[in-house]
């Protein structure tokens, strides 16, 4: 499974690259966020185009990621030059229309990978017009703004009931690479992050990014390449489970997360 990131402490990035992490995540994307998420205990990052040099500079293994504003009127040029520093992918955030994916297919013109985070209800509403867009590479279920698109109480409860399964369905459907939201180190969380991984895997995900807890393993490269092995084994051991088992490890995550949801 892949694993992503998000930082642009160089030092950071140095271990993050030693480890194994998959992708390094740069984030440009300020339009909206704020109104969004002002109020809630999220990331609203400050990165700039001169991050993406800086990391491409120094990434040796990983993939370098880049997210992007929503589709607005100076898209292309954002776009242009996001690739020109080095993006490996470009992930576009926030769509809500068939038009948007393919400006952004248009503006990305094959120079990179491109990955759509779904996170609209409207998104998911058109899956299957977005999805017939030539030349979506991959596609992120993004849990947090999505569960606030449709009244949620809690951002795993998407995964709970039958709406991920639908979605993922979908992108197996048009054989689109998918990843889904976020994961903690092992043996932390609200919810716990073994079994999370356990439904990534019993859904066909292929990518996850890595909380803000993996960051605080960063204080050795040791540190933070022991949390990734340990990621990585629990991901090996959930491959060899049976069906049976991962039906009764999602029965697991809907009854915890009905917990976690009665407590609030």
């Not at 400006?103 to 017939?132: C, G, H, P, W």
């Not at 390449?225 to 084994?233: R, Y």
């Amino acid at each position: 499974m892949k694993t992503m990131i998000l930082d642009n402490n160089l030092d950071n990035i140095k271990i993050y690259d030693d480890a194994g992490v998959s992708r390094i995540f740069i984030d440009l994307e300020i339009i909206g966020k704020v109104a969004r998420q002002g109020d809630m205990d999220t990331v609203i990052s400050d990165h700039t185009i001169s991050d993406i040099i800086n990391a491409r500079g120094i990434i040796k293994n990983a993939e370098l990621l880049v997210r992007v504003n929503p589709i607005h009127d100076s898209s292309e040029a954002e776009i242009n030059a996001v690739i020109n520093a080095g993006a490996d992918i470009v992930m576009l955030p926030m769509f809500k229309t068939k038009q948007e994916v393919e400006k952004f297919i248009t503006f990305v013109d094959k120079r990179a990978k491109t990955n759509l985070l779904l996170e609209t209800s409207q998104a998911f509403a058109r899956i299957d017009d977005i999805l017939s867009v030539p030349g979506i590479d991959e596609v992120h279920i993004g849990l947090n703004d999505l569960h606030l698109a449709f009244g949620l109480t809690f951002m795993f409860e998407l995964m709970s009931g039958s709406l991920c399964e639908y979605i993922t369905n979908k992108f197996k459907e048009y054989n689109v690479p998918f990843g889904i939201g976020g994961v903690s180190t092992i043996g932390t969380g609200i919810l716990k992050s073994e079994v999370i991984l356990r439904e990534h895997v019993r859904l066909g995900s292929e990518a996850v990014i890595l909380s803000r807890s993996f960051k605080k393993e960063c204080t050795s490269l040791t540190n933070f390449k022991h949390e990734i092995n340990k990621l990585n084994d629990t991901i090996i051991q959930a491959k060899q489970m049976s069906s049976n088992e991962l039906k009764t490890n999602k029965t697991i995550l809907k009854e915890s997360i009905a917990q976690i949801i009665e407590a609030r």
